[in-house]
């Protein structure tokens, strides 16, 4: 296969100038969007996948990606959402006799361009310490100067509104119809596994589009909502506090994730911020201030909410905290039955510390 051979060059361009050549992989074409991270050493399907990552060209910073192929059921959505991926060692064969493909032929198939034989470790500390950028990837084009011409065009994530564009059309059911536990989801890029995790637990879900009116959720009559994960900047997103606010004015049981815990923030007056290079991997250590137990999570995250007005805040309770930086992990609303957090408690892939969360949030509904 012409994508395969060794001499077939890709260019990896930073906003900021950086130039990296490597071997092509994936497709042959070109890709950009906002250069981010991921640390984990495991779950790169689910991680493409994962809606969150939608306008993001990812880096994965384990040296071989691959290597156990690629199976039609670890996925976290309907398809790939990464922009591109960029990899030391991304490996085309595989000993998973449960895989389908190959990771060349899946991102081929999903048209996702990716750019190997990049040191990914020298790289990535590169973004640590200049910051997230827009960048582009192409094996089709290889004069910089062209190259440096579509990257100008790219629009930054501050500002961007992605969540409608990954979320449901149509709303759809989940869950055994006959549980007498009803939650409405209000989808902005929610994960499978969540949604399982949820299901698993006795619900019957019935999942909304991110623009869904509140009305037409409550036709549903669910006896709680979840807010889900989602990509871009949840700053714009004034229809999804609006409702949030009328959620809470119900006095129904609310948990948030990622996304969802943002915008709870947001419709109780916390403004959210652009991070620095963003929180993405298996490994994080959260502190749950309420136990005073350390849990290692899974995130996604390249916005977080404000601290200091948090504290500020008489109104909120911060229940987590990221133990290497100080940012938020998580809150709840006082006189409300209402909580998030920022982290992913359903971690595929990742650590179950956190899936205690989804029990929290059906027992408080179940109250």
């Given amino acids: 296969m012409d994508n395969q051979s060794p001499t077939r060059p890709a260019v990896l361009l930073l906003q900021d100038g950086t130039i990296i050549k490597g071997k092509a992989f994936g497709k042959t074409g070109t890709a950009t969007g906002e250069i981010c991270f991921n640390t984990g050493m495991t779950g790169y399907q ?41 990899g030391r060692n991304l490996e085309e064969k595989f000993s998973r006799f449960l895989a389908g493909q190959s990771l060349q032929e899946y991102l081929e198939a999903e048209g996702v361009v990716a750019i190997d034989e990049v040191d990914t470790r020298a790289l990535v500390a590169h973004i640590r310490t200049k910051g997230a950028m827009n960048c582009i990837v192409s094996s089709e084009i290889t004069a910089i100067a062209d190259l440096h011409d579509l990257l100008d065009k790219v629009p930054g994530m501050d500002g961007l509104e992605l969540a409608s564009g990954v979320s449901t059309g149509e709303a759809y059911l989940l869950g055994e119809e006959n549980n007498n536990l009803r939650i409405a989801v209000l989808d902005f890029g929610v994960k499978r596994n969540i949604l399982y995790c949820l299901a698993e637990r006795g619900a019957f879900l019935k999942v909304f589009n991110a623009r869904s009116s509140f009305a037409e959720m409550e036709a549903f009559e669910p006896h709680g909502y979840f807010l889900s994960n989602g990509p871009g900047d949840p700053a714009p997103m004034d229809y999804a506090v609006a409702t949030v606010k009328q959620i809470l004015e119900s006095g129904k049981p609310l948990f948030g994730i990622c996304l969802g815990h943002q915008l709870l923030a947001l419709a109780n007056g916390i403004p959210t ?95």
């Fill in 273 to 367: 911020f652009k991070m620095h290079h963003g929180h993405r991997g298996l490994n994080h250590p959260v502190k749950n201030i309420i136990t005073g137990k350390a849990e290692i999570t899974t995130q996604n995250h390249g916005f977080g909410i404000d601290p200091e007005a948090v504290r500020a805040n008489d109104h909120i309770e911060i229940t987590h905290v990221n133990l290497n930086d100080e940012s938020i992990e998580g809150i709840r609303i006082k006189g409300k039955k209402a909580f998030s957090v920022q982290y992913h408690p359903e971690a595929t892939p990742g650590p179950h510390d956190s899936r205690y969360l989804f029990d929290d949030f059906i027992r408080m509904i179940k109250s």
């Fill in 46 to 86: 689910e991680v493409f996948t994962d809606p969150s990552y939608s306008g993001q060209v990812l880096i994965m910073n384990n040296a071989h990606i691959g290597n156990y192929g690629v199976n039609p059921m670890d996925v976290e959505s309907g398809g790939a959402k990464v922009k591109a991926v960029v």
